[in-house]
């Protein structure tokens, strides 16, 4: 009986491979042509948050594309759902998650329009290249190669394509109220081999108005505006800070533009004056980067603004999110706010002083927003109570007012290693690739934290900056096939394999 059970483990093995390495030249000869119209075309809808018309569009090109390759589609609101059917009954569902919203830009800073979806030295150039787009269309393909295969599918193939990912989060939550979930899912929003821990995603705003603080007059100039970054989840690449000069004496900023111009500023940063008049224009620029897989890709221009004006701005509002700034970024790891967490697994925190901006909750007043990344074991409210603590010791010494908020209700996710999709999935990218790689722990949260039963699998390769958020995204064609080629392994294996009874 040993030897029959063994001997129909082994066939398994061998009838998958042969269709992996058939599906794979399917895909070489025929759909891979495919790939690069397509992410063009999906590139130039600019579906970043609040945008309905975009996503209108992408939607409507969504139910088009699909149809033509022969899948079914169906509206679920703020999902899209795209299936290929079982060939038998009763068979279970295998999700495949991604999500079709971007990131906003900064249009003027990029060096290419940033939703033309422009080919360029073997890239895929615009916003959402890499996150989520390329994976969005890698699985389109992916499932066709399936369909075209002939091979039986034991599993009914679903990708759920969201909305809304990249800003509140909240549509999987909504979509989970009246549809079932996959039976197992596949996350295709991060790294491979597989991302067995996804850290928390954590903010800490502080705000106040930007009012001077008696006495003002230790400086012939006030502040005016001051601003900088794009979103939470973006490395900051610009901060601006506008001055005044004051009524009652002549205007010369050639002493202050001289200081700035002598401060050493963090590598890959670089500070840029304007004078007109009365008014003095500093702007530094860095560059952007993913805040939770790529922070330290980044070049941090909010922190390379505080250090260049340390002590060269009038007491109030505006020199105390400065000075907070700069306190806060001193490193990526959180020791400018007390947090000295290591975990031999999950690593360390990651700290990003992200934006600064008009308080939304009150446009009389500017918000200072710093991204954290967290760790176990401390909790969401307990990390909280420690930044507030952070804050009022930060007021009491300064004769600040910052008034700390912000969000704390997510909290780390993780599967076991050993998991068996976990181990199935390592035995996958293997075969696909032909190298060794450890499970990933990721900074970025991805849909595995709202859907049962899901795991995030790929489709970054290991080893490489993840350019996702970055300026000027953009993604190597030859990267897009290879993880079309790992996701075409993973679709031979489980899609045509019997049900996995315990995913996790």
């Known amino acids: 009986m040993e030897n029959i059970v063994t ?130 269309v890698q699985a389109l393909l992916a499932m066709k190669v399936l369909k075209e295969s002939g091979a039986t599918r034991t599993h009914t193939v679903r990708l759920l394509v969201g909305s809304e990912e990249e800003s509140s989060a909240g549509e999987m939550k909504e979509y989970l109220e009246k549809h079932a979930p996959p039976d197992y899912s596949l996350v295709l929003d991060s790294e491979f081999p597989v991302v067995v821990g996804e850290k928390a995603w954590d903010a800490l705003t502080l705000s106040t108005t930007l009012a001077p603080r008696a006495p003002a007059d230790e400086f012939p100039y006030r502040v005016d505006t001051l601003y900088g970054g794009l979103g939470a989840s973006i490395v900051p690449d610009n901060a601006h800070l506008k001055l005044i000069w004051k ?87 959180g020791s400018g706010l007390g947090i000295t967490d290591r975990d031999p697994v999950w690593g360390t925190y990651g700290v990003n002083v992200a934006t600064i901006k008009i308080d939304p909750n009150d446009e009389t007043k500017t918000a200072l927003t710093i991204n954290l990344r967290r760790i176990p074991p401390r909790t969401g409210p307990q990390l909280k109570a420690q930044l507030e603590k952070v804050v009022a010791d930060f007021n009491a010494k300064s004769g600040a007012s910052l008034v700390a908020g912000g969000y704390f209700e997510d909290e780390p996710f993780g599967r076991p290693v050993d998991a068996p999709l976990v181990k199935r999935l390592m035995t996958i990218y293997e075969k696909a690739t032909g190298t060794k790689a450890k499970p990933a722990i990721s900074g970025g949260g991805t849909y595995a934290k709202r859907l049962p039963n899901a795991i995030a699998f790929g489709m970054w390769f290991p080893g490489k900056p993840y350019p996702g958020h970055d300026l000027d995204e953009k993604i190597p064609i030859e990267d897009l096939h290879r993880g079309a080629r790992v996701l075409l392994y993973a679709l031979a294996d489980i899609a045509t394999g019997k049900r996995i009874v315990k995913a996790f």
């Open 247 to 333: 009524e009652g004496s002549a205007v010369n900023w050639d002493p202050l533009i001289a200081k700035l111009k002598s401060v050493k500023l963090p590598d890959g940063t670089r500070l840029v004056t304007g004078a007109e008049g009365d008014r003095l224009h500093i702007v530094t620029y860095g560059k952007a980067a993913h805040s939770g897989v790529n922070l330290s890709g980044g070049r941090n221009a909010i922190y390379a603004l505080a250090k260049a004006v340390e002590g060269l701005v009038p007491a109030g509002g505006a020199r105390d999110l400065i000075d907070f700034a700069r306190m806060a970024g001193q490193d990526l790891t």
């Open 7 to 136: 001997m129909n483990a082994l066939t398994t093995i061998v009838l998958a491979a042969t269709l992996s390495s058939s599906m794979v030249q399917r895909y070489d000869t025929v759909e891979s042509k495919k790939l690069v119209p397509m992410l063009s075309e999906v590139i130039q809808f600019d579906t970043y948050a609040n945008n309905s018309d975009a996503f209108d569009r992408q939607k409507a090109w969504l139910t088009k594309t699909a149809t033509d390759l022969g899948f079914t589609v169906r509206d679920a609101g703020k999902i899209t759902e795209i299936e290929l059917p079982a060939s038998v009954p009763d068979a279970p569902v295998l999700g495949l998650v991604i999500h079709g919203d971007v990131q906003t830009v900064d249009a003027d800073a990029w060096s290419f329009p940033p939703f033309g979806g422009v080919v360029k030295d073997g890239c895929v150039m615009g916003r959402g290249a890499a996150d989520d787009k390329g994976p969005l």
